[in-house]
Structures are given as C-alpha cells and as structure tokens.
RNA sequence: UGCCCCGUGGUGUAAUUGGCAACACGUCUGACUCUGGAUCAGAAAAGUUCAGGUUCGAGCCCUGACGGGGCAACCA
C-alpha cells in the first residue's frame, strides 16, 4: 500500500503534529508504549469523506506505530440512531481497508458504568438533579460574555439527588421533566464548564438496550469516559471539541486510579469546495428526492463515492494528501479528481465507447466483412494483456471529433483530412452529409488498408487519433454523466440561504451510447477508461440486457481548456 | 464583547534544537505519443497577515494589533 507517488510523498514530508506528539510519548514511554486509538461514529447516517479523514488518522496512526484502533458506535441518543446505519458504516470502513478485528464496542456497553459514575458524583456532591425546564436551564447558563447563575436546585442533598436520579431512570418522570447536571462553575469562561447537563430522561427504546434505561448519559459525559474505559491513549477528533476538552478532563479527574489518561488531540475537519459534507443536510437531499438515496454517485457519502467509481486507494491517498493541521482548510475537489485519475491510469482497462455517436461509412471497405483487431487493454501495464475488437464497413465516432470547417490546431476528422482510428486504419474523408438545417448526418470516408495497425504503413504520421465502434458490433448503453452537485463553491457559506438553493441542476445527465461488446461481461462497479473520454465504471443499476455506466470523472483535456480559455 | 484555536504561492501542506522558504494539486510552455490521456522537460506564482522586540541571523521565540474560526442543543 502507498507505493505511488503520492504515497511516497508523503512518506517523504515530516510527521504530521499528532504523529508528531505520538512520537514523543512513545519516546518518554507513556502508557507502556501502547498506543491505542478509536474511530467513534454515531450511527445516525452514513459515513462520508469527511469521516474517511477521521478513519485514515484513527486506523493509520494505530497501524503506524504497532497499536489497535477501536471502532465505536457513540449511541447515546436512542432517538436519532438506527442499525440500518451500523451496518453501512462497518461496510464502509472494512471498503476502505481498515479492520477493528474483535473490537466492536458501543457507547451503550458502559451505560451501567456510567451510570455508576453518576451515583458516585451525586454521592461526592459533584451532581445534582434539577427540575427546571430546558429554557429555563438555558436562561440562567448565562453568553459567553455574561456569566450564569447557579440553579435553586444546585445544593440539594446527595440523598434526595440519588433517589430522584434512581426514579428518573424508573420512568417514574416524563421526559423533559428533570436532568442530571455536574456541579462545577457557573461563572466558568467555558461555556461547558457551567454545570453541563450529563444525563436526560428518554423513553424512546435503544437499538440495543431496549428499554432498560430511561435515563441516558449526554455525548459529552460519555465520550472522554468510553476511551478512559476502553483504554484509548489518543483520543483524536475535530477542532470544535476543543473546548469540551477541560470537560472530558473534568470528569477523568474524577475517575482516575493511576497515572493513565487518554490524550485528546484536535485536528481540522474535512472541506471541499463545491461540497456540502453536514449529515443533516445531506440526509435531507436524500429524504426530499434531490438525490437517489445515500449511495447516489453525486453524494460524497463514500457509498455514492464507491458507486460513482472511487477506489478505497484513492480516497486514502486522497486523504494522505491533505494532511492534518489546525488550520480550517477548504480543499479543492481537484485534489481528489487528481487522486482518482491517478490511481485508475494504473488499474482501468482501456476499452471504445462513444458517447454522442456519428457515423462514418469506410467506402471502400467491404460490404459484410468483419474484422477482428487486437488491442492492447492498458498501455501502463502490460500484464493487463490484449483482446480483439470487431470493425466493419460502418463505425462511430464522437461527434466532436468531426468539423465541417476546424479551427487551427484542430487534430481530428474534417474534410479531405486524414486521421487514424486507434487500432484499426487510417482513414480519410471523402464526403459528409447534412441534413436542411446543417446537421451533419454521416461521413463518408476511405480507408487505407495497408495502414491497419501493426501493418506496412502503420507507421504513417497523422496528426489525430480518434476511438470509434463498429455500428453492427456495438452494444447500447445507458451513459449517467455527473456534475458537481452544487454551483457554488460553498453552498453552506452562505448565511440565512439554503444550500440546496446552489444545487447544479446539470448534476446529472442521462444519455445513451455505444460501447464495445466485450462489456456485456462487465460486473458491477468494474472500472473501465473510456478511451479519450474518461474514466467510467458498470452501475450495480444495470441488468444483463442493458448496460449502465457512470461516468467517474472525465480524462484531463487540455485541447477544450485551450479552446475554452480562446487560447 | 468573555474564553479557546488558528494566520506560509490560487488551493492543500513542508521547513532537525532559530540558518538560502520546499512539495503536491491547479495554471502556463515545450517534447513525445496509434488516447489532445499517460509520461518527460521547464515556467509563472508566496518572502511567511501587519508593527515592534530578542538575536550575527526569525516562518519558527516575545509583545501588540489586524484577520479567520469555534463555544451559550435535555445533538454528536
């Protein structure tokens, strides 16, 4: 793994700071050398590149340094979280080539635990029960500029606190009627040190405890103690948990029998332009239909980045590439067109197809013969080997690649100009029909026999080569070709406005095409590059009789960036 | 206007204990090519937000400004 150049870029540039921090308590011996991480989704959506960022780190830094990574499922809130989700994102992490072997832990393993902890601080005077409403508690927790003020309820007895808690979990108390707050300072400049609540009264059941708990710990209040449970030695996540981090210490401080507690280290979050990564926002795209469903290949949800055609490699070197640092970072989807691009050049067979069919008749060729011309399948791997291809008196070719009247350096097919068809002849066009309004209804062109490739005149310089497909031979296919989702390069940035109102209404365009018929044996999801075109790969839609490809992401084009620019 | 974090080419990242600002993407040339792909060669592009200070020497250390982000869910 990461033997491209990519990779070894990377290797080639200095640690990033957490490797960096990893190293030095590795180097002063903390925690026996262990080191131990843990990826902690919650499942309530599917995983997207964001969290691949996450996994990459989590996963990469236990592998790196000869730890274990954990995967946990942080399920504190029955109301939002589902196994339909569990599911996906074990099948996703295990896509992308990781693997937590026996370590599958949820944040409901503890909750006997936790609440254990919670009777203790009751008991150390450190919690207290309140029964105010939630405006109300929200009222007196004071801005970040004015300090709050402590609740009628803050010194009730450890006795009365421990019996309420104990009826809060009966169900003795509708929800919303009372919580479990930690006692610690109301004035505290950290807004989450103003005695946060840590447990709330739910009666929803849980996808795993039922309804045996009515009481369930807050996010905050169970996540620094499952990777204190668990072992965790760094604990790493995004930057806006930051300032809970003299929270999750608060509370370890409480726990703590010895000299071991994790480490939390805080890195930026993932953003590409032109994307939304927000599961809300996301899940409403897929509820509203401005989607087809999570795994849609415009979704950056790594199930619609597996279907549009990514490879766990490239999402990988993807995410090597943009490193971790402290520093908010908008990333540019160029970076992961790049990574895409790069690794299917090395794997993705090369094979005819075109999209937006013209007919060119050869004629001179006979009528009714068929050929079969060897082609190579990947000119960056030999081994990938050789296969045939049927040619016949009447071919297409992409409309584009036929000018009545060409501009300057225009390589390609025009009157009285020759060009090669990849693998097959040279050809010439004698003659072009049209139609009353101009459309360029066929070509008409003669072929040179001696120039069949590997023949006499093979050799024979023309400026254009163009990929074509024998009309009697080619299948036809439903082609879907993808645009950016959204117009905007940054649909969220935008304050009060909805980012679907940015939404690229050509994100998805639907058309038919020719391929070569050695496709009909293609299984879903294999890769495929359009010779010329791009890099394609066989959607899971498709049946035997009708063949689906998406389009992945087009092959770079300097000729239509020159004639764009008017260069 | 409280607390916390952060400012390096267009974008993302590097720069041993202070020592000529490097790499990748993108952009632009040119070469080569039976993919206008790939590959190869090259170019433009920051003097490190600003102002002071320490130092023989500061992107790295100190101070202050300015700018960006985060924090006031019974969400995670």
Redesign the pocket.
């Known amino acids: 793994m990461n033997d491209n150049?990519?990779g070894e870029?990377n290797l080639?540039?200095?640690?990033?700071?957490i490797e960096a921090i990893v190293e030095e308590d590795l180097k002063e011996g903390k925690n026996g050398n262990r080191v131990h991480t843990r990826f902690?989704p919650?499942p309530?959506g599917y995983l997207h590149i964001g969290h691949a960022k996450a996994i990459c780190l989590d996963f990469g830094i236990a592998e790196r340094y000869g730890g274990k990574c954990n995967l946990r499922f942080?399920d504190?809130?029955p109301?939002?979280e589902e196994t339909e989700y569990i599911e996906s994102i074990r099948e996703d992490i295990h896509w992308l080539g990781y693997d937590w072997e026996k370590r599958e832990y949820y944040?409901s393993d503890y909750f006997g635990q936790l609440y254990n902890f919670a009777v203790d601080l009751i008991r150390k005077g450190l919690a207290y029960v309140d029964d105010?409403?939630?405006d109300l508690?929200?009222e007196q927790?004071?801005?970040?500029?004015v300090p709050g003020i402590e609740s009628p309820y803050r010194s009730r007895p450890a006795e009365e606190n421990l019996s309420l808690f104990e009826k809060m979990n009966s169900g003795a108390f509708p929800?919303?009627?009372?919580?479990l707050r930690a006692k610690i300072d109301m004035a505290s400049?950290?807004?989450?040190m103003r005695d946060p609540?840590i447990y709330?009264?739910?009666k929803h059941p849980h996808h795993r405890t039922g309804n045996r708990w009515h009481v369930?710990p807050?996010?905050?209040f169970a996540?620094g103690q499952c990777d204190y449970f668990e072992g965790i030695t760094h604990s790493l996540c995004t930057?806006?948990?930051?300032?809970?981090r003299p929270l999750y210490n608060w509370f370890i401080d409480q726990l703590q029998t010895d000299d071991y507690r994790p480490r939390q280290i805080?890195f930026?979050r993932l953003n590409l332009n032109y994307t939304v990564l927000s599961k809300r926002k996301l899940l409403e795209l897929v509820k509203e239909g401005k989607v087809n469903g999570w795994d849609d290949p415009r979704m950056p949800t790594l199930c619609g980045l597996r279907r549009r055609g990514y490879t766990p490699e490239s999402i990988r070197n993807f995410v090597a590439?943009?490193?971790?640092?402290?520093?908010?970072?908008?990333?540019?989807v160029?970076?992961l067109?790049?990574a895409i691009?790069?690794d299917l050049?090395k794997r993705a067979p090369?094979v005819m197809a075109v999209l937006n069919p013209l007919k060119v008749i050869l004629t001179n060729y006979p009528e009714g013969k068929t050929e079969e011309l060897e082609t190579i399948n990947?000119?960056?791997d030999e081994s990938m080997g050789v296969r045939t291809i049927p040619f016949s008196k009447e071919i297409y070719i992409e409309r584009d690649d036929f000018m009545e009247d060409p501009p300057k350096?225009?390589?390609?097919l025009a009157p009285g100009r020759e060009v090669?068809?990849?693998?097959?002849y040279i050809i010439k066009c004698v003659d072009y029909k049209t139609d009353e309004q101009g459309n360029i209804l066929e070509v008409y062109c003669t072929y040179d026999e001696t120039?069949?490739?590997?023949?006499p005149d093979?050799?024979r310089?023309v400026k254009?080569?163009?990929?074509w497909v024998s009309v009697l031979h080619a299948l036809e296919a439903e082609i879907r070709l993808y645009d950016r989702l959204y117009s905007d390069p940054d649909p969220s940035g935008h304050r009060g406005k909805d980012p679907k109102t940015f939404l690229n209404p050509d994100s998805l365009k639907i058309i038919t095409g020719y391929v070569e018929p050695g496709l009909k044996n293609s299984k879903p999801l294999d890769h495929f590059?359009f010779?010329?075109v791009g890099y394609f790969n066989l959607d899971p839609d498709s049946t035997p009789g009708r063949l689906i490809f998406n389009r992945t992401v087009p092959?770079?084009?300097?000729?239509?960036?020159?004639q764009a620019?008017g260069?």
């Open positions: 150049r990519s870029n080639k540039r200095g640690l990033n700071f902690p919650e309530n942080d504190t809130n109301i939002k944040a105010q409403s939630s508690i929200a927790k004071g801005t970040p500029t929800e919303g009627s009372r919580v400049p950290n807004m989450h609540i709330r009264i739910i369930y807050m996010y905050d996540h930057l806006e948990f930051e300032v809970h805080e930026n590439s943009i490193g971790y640092t402290k520093v908010e970072a908008i990333n540019d160029s970076l067109e790049f691009r790069e050049n090369r990947n000119p960056e350096k225009y390589f390609r090669r068809l990849k693998s097959a120039t069949r490739s590997g023949g093979a050799d310089k254009g080569t163009l990929h590059q010779q010329r092959l770079r084009d300097t000729w239509s960036r020159g620019s260069t």
